[in-house]
């Protein structure tokens, strides 16, 4: 079945320092691929998206590009911020899944002054 | 309304009482989606609505857990006879068509005692 594997938490960067959380995926068909975000004590926010090959979401500074490749949707972004901090969850659907969330198992970032 | 939302916020019962937990998606939303939180498991599906029907309730880890919506807008999820692996946090969340989901509630915590 489609499943995301994320690299595993907590990252912990300095403010200013570059960050990249890894994930990839292994799906049927050509899934859609999502970042969420959810900041303490706050509900799941959608971050950034990309529907096809070769795509970038951008959102906020952050970055990732759909890489069908290497099955890939790294988050990128070049300079963190304390209230970077959170937990970041890479997820897909596709048709096959009718359209539900599969979710990574999140990372947590702490970015420290 | 303005975003999802989902009521109660905290729910804290007694093991092997019943619970109701609700869902008001954003006004026009066709699709809805139930989805659980918790520590041990991550984020894990249970349940997708397109209108009234639910195509896929794949995820519902027994059936003590059911779901209706009514009026292709609130739902309702009810776990009969909780149990105390069902403390979690119960998101909704919901979108224009399908295809992900991308407005997510603040969630209901349940505790079972």
């Known amino acids: 079945g489609d499943s995301v594997t994320q690299m595993e938490g907590p990252v912990t960067l300095s403010e200013e320092a570059f960050l990249t959380i890894n994930c990839t995926y292994t799906?049927?068909?050509?899934?859609?691929l999502f970042w969420y975000v959810q900041y303490p004590g706050e509900g799941l926010q959608l971050l950034l998206k990309?529907?096809?090959?070769?795509d970038k979401g951008s959102n906020k500074g952050f970055e990732a590009t759909y890489r069908k490749e290497t099955t890939s949707f790294h988050l990128e972004k070049g300079s963190v911020q304390v209230s970077d901090s959170a937990v970041y969850f890479c997820?897909?659907?596709?048709?096959?899944?009718?359209?539900?969330?599969?979710f990574g198992q999140g990372t947590t970032l702490q970015v420290k002054p | 309304g303005a975003g999802v939302s989902q009521s109660p916020s905290n729910k804290v019962t007694e093991k092997g009482k019943d619970v109701e937990l609700r869902c008001d998606p954003i006004?026009?939303?066709?699709?809805l989606y139930w989805y659980r939180q918790s520590l041990g498991q991550g984020l894990e599906f249970l349940i997708y609505?397109?209108?009234?029907?639910?195509?896929?309730k794949s995820g519902l880890p027994s059936d003590r857990f059911s779901a209706e919506r009514t009026g292709g807008s609130v739902s309702t999820l009810t776990i009969q006879r909780t149990q105390q692996e069902d403390s979690a946090v119960y998101l909704c969340?919901?979108?224009?068509?399908?295809?992900?989901?991308?407005?997510f509630g603040p969630g209901t915590r349940l505790t079972v005692l």
């Open positions: 997820a897909l659907t596709s048709l096959s899944n009718t359209g539900k969330l599969i």
């Open positions: 969340a919901s979108s224009p068509e399908g295809g992900g989901a991308e407005f």
């Open positions: 990309a529907t096809k090959a070769d």
């Open positions: 006004s026009g939303h066709t699709a």
């Open positions: 799906a049927t068909g050509y899934p859609s």
């Open positions: 609505f397109q209108g009234n029907s639910a195509p896929d």
